[in-house]
């Protein structure tokens, strides 16, 4: 597979996202650890050598799978987690603290349960309103001193506070939704970036699944799935959608790829410096993915897949936006 640059960190131009093993969008019972850890080595076999997950994922869980999967294999993977929405002194999971002494509280857990000595892209999961961020990239430079974190991240920040902890310690990736249906950042966020010299890494590339072509019905959905509250997953919204994913079916058919596939191979043509992370705990969606690096769209294709209409709906209710610092 080809590369792409985060800064100066090379990474597979796709990556393989843990969230979903930990049991995002199914419950718990319903996951199959064996499979997820398959689908790890089905990726690694593939050429993936960027992973992605985060310790507020399950919580914990995820780590924990990926680490037992790597085992062995450490030197082969960039493994990338994120803190912040973990309070190690008593909020618990789900909520924000991004002060050094809960940084470094994480980013020991992370490190245990990956099992490794060394996290190679560590990302602040959300911007804590009540830490500067000063504070939060200096600790994570100490942690780069030390020889624990060797890049810095930031999640659903904005071009103000990508600039301010920039300052501090060089960010090597910003982490926010880029895809077919969400293309803001193309002009608030990707010009700053390149400004700065700092990567961009999509997450939910395939439109939180809808534009993988199998979702028609979100009364497939389990009653706790929390896209069922989403704005682009309601009424008219989600009518609209669909017509979006046919519109990429179609297109898709013209070059043998599936919707996924072509959605992906249309976020690959954004730059050298874009490497998306689409999650998935199935082998065969692995596999249907990382095909995406090998499929060629046509420039006249491309303009009408720039021309299609974004995504209806806000791509959060409003609890979760409030969350993004803009």
Known sequence: MR???????????????????????????ALDHEESTATIHRALDLGVTHLDTAEVYGPYLSEEIV????????????????????????????????SPANVRTAVEG???RLGTDRIDLCYQHRVDPRTPIEETAGVV?????????????????????IRRAHAVTPVTALQTEYSLWTRDVKDELLPVLRELGIGLVPYSPLGHGLLTGRIRSVDDFPDDDWR????????????????????VRALGAEVGATPAQTALAWLLTRG???????????????????????VELTRDQLDRLDALEPA?????????????DR
């Not at 050298?272 to 090998?294: H, K, L, S």
């Not at 709906?313 to 993004?324: F, K, L, P, S, Y």
């Open 272 to 294: 050298a410096d874009v490497a998306p992370i689409p999650g998935t705990r199935r082998v065969a969606r692995v596999e249907e993915n990382t095909a995406a690096d090998a």
């Open 67 to 98: 680490g037992r999967a790597v085992r062995g294999r450490r030197d082969e993977v960039v493994l990338a987690t994120k803190f912040g929405l973990v309070s190690h002194a008593g909020g618990g999971p789900g909520t924000t603290d991004s």
């Open 312 to 324: 209806a709906g806000a791509r959060h209710d409003e609890a979760n936006m409030a969350t993004v």
């Open 141 to 161: 430079g100490e942690l780069i001193a030390e020889g624990k974190v060797l890049h810095f991240g930031l999640s659903e920040a904005s071009a103000a506070t």
């Open 3 to 29: 590369t792409a640059h985060l800064g100066t960190l090379e990474v597979s131009r796709l990556g393989l996202g843990a969230m979903t093993m930990a049991g995002t969008y199914t419950s718990e019972g």
């Open 228 to 247: 069922k509250g989403n704005p682009r997953f309601t009424g008219e919204n989600f009518r609209r959608n669909l017509a979006l994913v046919d519109e």
């Open 110 to 112: 992370s490190l245990r």
